[in-house]
Each structure stands twice: as structure tokens, then as C-alpha cells.
């Protein structure tokens, strides 16, 4: 029986949002042990989460570069291998640098960094690092996604036409329309978030969804934002027109201010020979749609689906996996590339995907800026 690996977490503290999505997802498939972490900037909130969490205390760290000095000093074989970044955007380029830099696994929270600059840089780090790189697009660990894009790479949709990705928020609402708050939320100060609120924090899900399930680049966009406040230097909704090539085209609409929305994440695939849709409030659907045959619904964990989608279901079909099993198809994914095991490229996002992330997010704020133009992609 395998060891478990030494798991260190950044951020995620007990006062955050995403912080129980990656402890319980780092637990479900039995590979990690959260062995050290700086969960919060406050030393006594830190150790105090630590001690109601049950983590030993004693790699609990002050801050993140006593964290690094610490676990450096320890042999390889005690030192934590992987370490989880859960905290505000900024901070993502110079922990996961150093990590890198440091010969630590890395599993990074989106967007990989505040600027497209620092994207490459980590990327050039991670080149010469060698270790393992994951970016935790949630939503790519749901089997039914993955069925998706197994699927359309074996061409189940003939040449796909169109795309149309839809992310919907509305929780930023309660933030926006008071003046105090909208000046204080991490999420809409630039030099915490970077240079978006809407498209760096949601809508570059739904880019990445479209490029992790169709196989295909998005090669130019055209944006335009709503800042709702002239206060207000972040957006909170984006429309983007998407081109692929000159006859695949296509539109990620995101918001956070969507009223009554909670986390509609959708996608819809349109092809020659037929198309899918996917909700992710609905993820144990996927819709495959013909002009000439009655709809079918695919469905986690029946044989008929892909290996690497059925790999990412550990319940017999009808018992209903969500997203703490999406992302710890994630983490399944990252420990068998830290181990050297084989597995398939869709189990995780990588470095790569956090790049062309960046490269997203920048063009949909010069697109914007620019008065609404097209353009190119890297
Ligand atoms: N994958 C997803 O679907 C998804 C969903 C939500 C958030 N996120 C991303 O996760 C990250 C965190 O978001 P969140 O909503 O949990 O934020 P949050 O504000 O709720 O929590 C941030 C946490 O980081 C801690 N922190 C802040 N500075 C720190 C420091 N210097 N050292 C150690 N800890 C520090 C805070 O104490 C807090 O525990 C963001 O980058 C966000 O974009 C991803």
C-alpha cells in the first residue's frame, strides 16, 4: 500500500470559501495528508483552525516564507511534496514561484496569477522545476464532462460549429450596489483580484471548460464589460465573442450580478452530427442532441461511458457524486502524476491551462478597453 503524499496548504482557512472544497476533495480518495500549512495571515486564527481541524501543530507555520525555510531544512522524505494555493489571487505567482523554485508539486487555485507576464514566468519555473503542476478548474473532474470531451474527441459531434458557454452568478449583487463594500471585497481591488472581477474569477472557467471539452484553441475574442459604478474599476459582467477558426464561433457569457443565479455554469456544443449540453447544478446529465433522433441523457458510472470519465465515478450509476468528487478527481489525477503512475491527460488542468488563462483574461480587459475589438490570442 502506497504511502499517503505529504499535503501543505496556503490559505483556506476556516473564514474561506474554498479552503473545505480541497481539504474534504485532498481526503476522498485516501492519497493525502495534510502535514503542514499556513491556512491564514493571523498566526493565532491558523493555529487555532489547525487544532479544530485536528492538523499537528507543529508545521503549522507564522507565515508562508517560514513555511519554505522549515520544510527545507527537513529530509526529503519527511518534507511536504505538494502544496495546495488557496489564497487571494495576488499571492498565487510568488508562493507558487517559490514552491517551484523550491522542487515542491504545485496545486494552484484559478486564476493561476494576476498577470499574463507572470503566467509565463511560472511556467519557465515549472519547466525547469520538473514537478507536477495542476490548476484546479473544478469542473473538468465531473465525469459527465469528461464523457464530453471523450466523446468529441472521437467524434461523436462530427466538426463542431458552435459553442456557447454560460456562466451566471448573482452574489455580488448584495457587494456592488453599497458603495463601502464594493471598495473593500478583495475581489473587485486590482492589486489583490487582477486586472477582472467577472472574467478572472468565472468566466475563465467557462474558457477553459470550452477548450478542455471541444480539444480546440480559441484563437481571437472580441469583449465587452458592465462596470455598473463609475467607482467601480472592476467588471462584474462580460460578454465575449469567441472565434476558434474562421467557421467554429462562439460566446462565454458570464456575470456575477445575474439575480437569482447561484453557480450556472453551463455548456452547450453544437456539431454536424449532433450536440451536448451540461449544467453544472444538474452535473449527472449530459444532454446529446440530434435533429434527427430523440434526445439521450448520458449518465455517470454506466458502462457505456468513456474510461476516464467512469475513473472519475466511485459510486455504482444513481448515487449522485458533486463537486467535492469533481475536485477530487482532480487530486486523484495529481497524485498519480506525483507518484509516476500513468494517467490521462484530461484528469487535470496544468500549467498550460493556466497560461491561456491569463492570456483570456488580459485580452477580454484590452478587447473591452479598446472600444470592443477583436483581439488575438498567443
Ligand atoms: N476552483 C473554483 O471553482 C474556485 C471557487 C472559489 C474560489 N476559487 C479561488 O480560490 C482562491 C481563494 O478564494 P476564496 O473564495 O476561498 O477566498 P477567501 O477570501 O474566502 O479565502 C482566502 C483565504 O486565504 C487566507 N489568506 C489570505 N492571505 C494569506 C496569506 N498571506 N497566507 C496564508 N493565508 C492567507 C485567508 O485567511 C482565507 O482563509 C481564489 O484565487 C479564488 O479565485 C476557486
Known amino acids: 500500500m502506497p504511502k499517503k503524499i505529504r499535503l501543505g496548504i496556503l490559505g483556506g482557512g476556516g473564514d474561506s470559501l474554498i479552503g473545505v472544497l480541497h481539504r474534504v476533495a485532498s481526503h476522498i480518495n485516501d492519497n493525502y495528508q495534510i502535514t503542514g500549512a499556513v491556512f491564514n ?7 487555532d483552525f489547525a487544532k479544530e481541524i485536528d492538523v499537528p501543530t507543529d508545521r503549522i507555520y507564522v507565515d508562508f516564507d517560514t513555511f519554505i ?20 489571487n495576488f499571492l498565487h ?18 486564476p493561476m496569477t494576476t498577470t499574463y507576464d507572470e503566467a509565463k514566468i511560472l511556467q519557465d519555473a515549472h519547466q525547469k522545476a520538473g514537478t507536477v503542476f495542476a490548476v484546479t478548474h473544478t469542473y473538468t473532474g465531473y465525469p459527465m464532462v469528461r464523457q464530453m470531451r471523450e466523446m468529441i474527441k472521437d467524434g461523436a459531434l462530427g466538426k463542431i460549429h458552435k459553442v456557447d ?3 451566471y452568478q448573482g452574489w455580488i449583487n448584495e457587494i456592488i450596489h453599497d458603495q463601502e463594500k464594493r471598495s473593500t471585497v478583495w475581489r473587485l481591488d486590482p492589486a489583490k483580484a487582477g486586472i477582472s472581477s467577472c472574467i478572472g474569477d468565472i468566466g475563465v472557467h467557462a474558457f477553459n471548460l470550452i477548450e478542455y471539452t471541444t480539444g480546440l484553441q480559441i484563437k481571437s475574442i472580441l469583449c465587452d464589460f458592465n462596470y455598473l ?8 459582467d462580460g460578454t465575449t465573442l469567441i472565434r476558434m477558426s474562421e467557421h467554429v464561433k462562439g460566446v462565454i457569457r458570464a456575470s456575477q450580478v445575474a439575480t437569482g443565479e447561484e453557480n450556472g455554469l453551463a455548456i452547450a456544443i453544437y456539431g454536424e452530427k449532433g450536440s451536448f449540453r451540461w449544467e453544472q447544478e444538474r452535473p449527472n446529465f449530459l444532454y446529446k442532441m440530434s435533429d434527427t433522433e430523440p434526445t439521450q441523457v448520458y449518465k455517470p458510472g454506466h458502462a457505456y461511458n468513456s474510461k476516464l470519465s467512469l475513473d472519475g465515478t466511485k459510486l455504482p450509476a444513481g448515487h449522485p457524486e458533486g463537486i467535492f468528487d469533481s475536485m477530487a478527481n482532480i487530486y486523484l489525477g495529481v ?6 503512475e500513468d494517467y490521462n491527460d484530461g484528469e487535470f488542468p496544468t ?9 483570456f483574461i488580459e485580452s477580454t480587459v484590452a478587447s473591452h478597453k479598446s472600444g470592443n475589438t477583436w483581439i488575438d490570442l498567443d
Do not use: W
Request: glycine share 6%.
Open 41 to 47: 495571515p493571523d498566526f493565532k486564527e491558523n493555529m
Open 69 to 88: 525555510e522549515e520544510e527545507m531544512k527537513l529530509p526529503k522524505e519527511e518534507r511536504i511534496q505538494v502544496c495546495s494555493v488557496l489564497t487571494p
Open 93 to 110: 505567482f510568488p508562493m507558487a514561484k517559490k514552491l517551484l523554485d523550491n522542487g515542491f508539486h504545485v496545486i494552484c487555485e484559478k
Open 165 to 167: 458557454a454560460r456562466y
Open 229 to 236: 459604478y463609475e467607482d467601480n474599476k472592476m467588471d462584474v
Open 335 to 340: 497524485a498519480r502524476a506525483i507518484r509516476g
Open 351 to 359: 500549467i498550460v491551462d493556466g497560461v491561456r488563462g491569463l492570456n
